[in-house]
């Protein structure tokens, strides 16, 4: 197998994980292999990916010096996601997450670095448990961290001072699409007066929705939920749900924190080629 069908295999099954990270392997994909095959196959790979397509989009021009520079914003926009979020922890704070978002864990990762005492609460992810990678990469970077089943997030949140997670897609008008789960869990959060931070950066913005384009949400292999189901048993594998607006206290990105709708007016100055 070659190194670009095993970057290709890699995102489609998820061994690569986090939708900027799945941005990333294909970028290094695309330097790789630059055609048409190749371009359609890895925006093909996962269906709720804009900053995949975003950044495919942006290199395949001319991969070899324009690879390098978006793989570079990528490191950067992470530096900036950290400070900003870092800033939303102090010492004694209970922070919850869901699933396995790499700004997030620049987040936190900082925030340790800061010399904060916090601890972290995180859901285990069903089905492809995401949220063991989260709890292993906690554990070794000695931040305290307890595990709950996903059923459990309401227990976990009651307590927890803030909610931060990452995103797959955001629309024109300021959903987050993020892992299945989020929105209810937004939900809880906001009956108890937590605030809830979506930290991601801006390119995971899709620019098709504002011409109606409605944001694909992806759905997996059953076999995912339950190998083998008895005969009559149907199941459904939604890997992500939209968010509302206004179950977000603000959007984190390397373009600062602002409240949804601001953060899309910001990408679009910003980045015009998002438009």
């Known amino acids: 197998m070659s190194e670009f069908e095993s970057i290709c295999r890699k995102i489609k099954n998820v061994e690569i994980q986090g939708a900027q990270n799945v941005a990333m392997a294909a970028v290094k994909a695309l330097m790789i292999r ?9 925006i093909s790979l996962r269906a ?4 995949l397509r975003n950044a495919v989009e942006l290199v395949k021009g001319d991969p070899k010096r324009l690879g390098p520079k978006a793989l570079e914003h990528f490191r950067k926009a992470n530096d900036k ?11 004694g704070t209970t922070v919850f997450t869901h699933c396995h978002a790499s700004s997030v864990m620049t987040v936190l990762k900082k925030a340790k670095q800061e010399g904060k005492k916090f ?3 995180c859901t285990e992810t069903r089905p492809l448990l995401q949220g063991r990678k989260t709890a292993r990469e906690l554990a070794a970077l000695k931040i305290p961290v307890t595990m709950f089943v996903d059923s459990g997030a ?46 991601t950066n801006s390119w995971k913005y899709d620019p098709m929705t504002v011409f109606g384009v409605k944001e694909p949400i992806e759905r997996r292999d059953s076999k995912e939920v339950w190998d083998k189901a008895p005969r009559g048993v149907k199941i459904t594998n939604p890997a992500f749900e939209r968010v509302r607006p206004e179950m977000i206290t603000a959007i984190i990105s390397e373009l600062g924190v602002h409240p949804p709708a601001v953060f899309v007016q910001e990408v679009r100055k910003a980045y015009p080629w998002l438009g």
Do not use: H, Q, W
Request: with cysteine; aromatic share 8%.
């Open 81 to 91: 996601i950290a400070e900003y979020g870092a800033k939303k922890i102090e010492d």
């Open 154 to 199: 309401r227990i976990a949140l009651k307590d927890s001072d803030v909610f931060l997670f990452g995103a797959d897609a955001i629309t024109s008008e300021g959903k987050v699409i993020n892992k299945i789960g989020t929105e209810m869990f937004a939900e809880i959060a906001d009956k108890y007066d937590t605030d809830t931070y979506c930290c």
């Open 48 to 51: 709720t990916e804009p900053a």
């Open 119 to 121: 601890e972290v609460r």
């Open 34 to 42: 630059n055609d048409e095959k190749s371009v359609r196959k890895l």
